[in-house]
């Protein structure tokens, strides 16, 4: 079967740079661990601009249960997240997972083991940590839900998430999700997630390719707080980033993502099997 190769998208930013690849879409998951959790998010991709008239646009955006929720030890957060193709162009999709948390300091001045947190009555002249500003978040700072009360950051743990968890800090290890269709036994019909490790980074890639307006199936479903926490997480502010590119649909993409292009790896096979015009 002949195929029809998709002529290549570019991108123009402010010194007229050309791009090459995908577009990528960031959601960050805000969550608050307490005796109940606040939850608040917020979304951004990036808009490309066509360089040429006749060239068509790729770009995804991250969708999902958005929206304030409150996550307790036994209900969990239902973030139902998925990707969906906001350009003009089909395109395969991979996400990225990276989680970010900032505990607070516990006070132990009572020596009683009760875990509650250290509370002060302003800023104190440090740096104010701000929930929905990544940039702020940092140790020896300063957060407020509500500008009456004030508690101390104290540790700050970062993971490029990979299922095999290696490496992962401990700190994390009490947060677990579950997860939609991934790693399948018996591939479906429908769209699945395959996960692969590529450069050191672990990459989420979608089975098919995301016509333009259509969105993948879900790949996280839920988050849950592991039972028996220890104090030590209470108040912390933990953040899921969620990072999605979109691909063109030709064997392009092997080269941008750095897919071995053999057969017998898993997502050369399936990308093959679209081109091949076995799948959309």
């Not at 079967?1 to 930013?13: D, V, Y």
């Amino acid at each position: 079967m002949t195929r029809k190769k998709q002529k290549r998208s570019g991108l123009s930013l402010t010194n007229n740079k050309a791009f090459f690849g995908s577009f990528m879409a960031l959601i960050t998951f805000v969550l608050i661990i307490n005796a109940t959790f606040a939850w608040s998010s917020y979304a951004k991709w990036l808009h490309n601009k066509m360089q040429s008239p006749n060239e068509k646009d790729i770009r995804v955006a991250v969708q999902g249960n958005l929206s304030g929720n409150v996550l307790t030890n036994t209900s969990g957060l239902s973030p139902q997240v998925r990707v969906k193709n906001i350009g003009e162009a089909p395109a395969f999709i991979r996400v990225s997972l990276e989680e970010v948390l900032l505990t607070l300091a516990v006070d132990t001045t009572d020596q009683t083991g009760n875990g509650h947190l250290a509370e002060y009555a302003d800023l104190g002249g440090k740096t104010e940590v701000k929930l929905e500003t990544p940039s702020t978040w940092q140790i020896n700072a300063r957060y407020t839900p509500d500008k009456l009360v004030y508690y101390e950051t104290k540790k700050l743990a970062t993971y490029e998430y990979k299922q095999t968890e290696t490496n992962r800090p401990m700190e994390l290890g009490y947060l677990d999700y579950t997860w939609g269709m991934v790693d399948p036994l018996t591939p479906p019909v429908s769209g699945y997630w395959l996960y692969e490790e590529i450069n050191g980074r672990g990459y989420y890639f979608y089975s098919q390719s995301v016509q333009p307006g259509n969105q993948t199936t879900v790949l996280v479903d839920q988050v849950h707080l592991k039972n028996r926490a220890p104090n030590g997480l209470k108040g912390s502010l933990y953040r899921l980033d969620i990072h999605a590119d979109g691909g063109q649909v030709n064997e392009g993409v092997y080269d941008d993502w750095g897919i071995t292009k053999l057969v017998g790896n898993r997502i050369y096979d399936c990308y093959e099997a679209v081109l091949g015009g076995e799948g959309t």
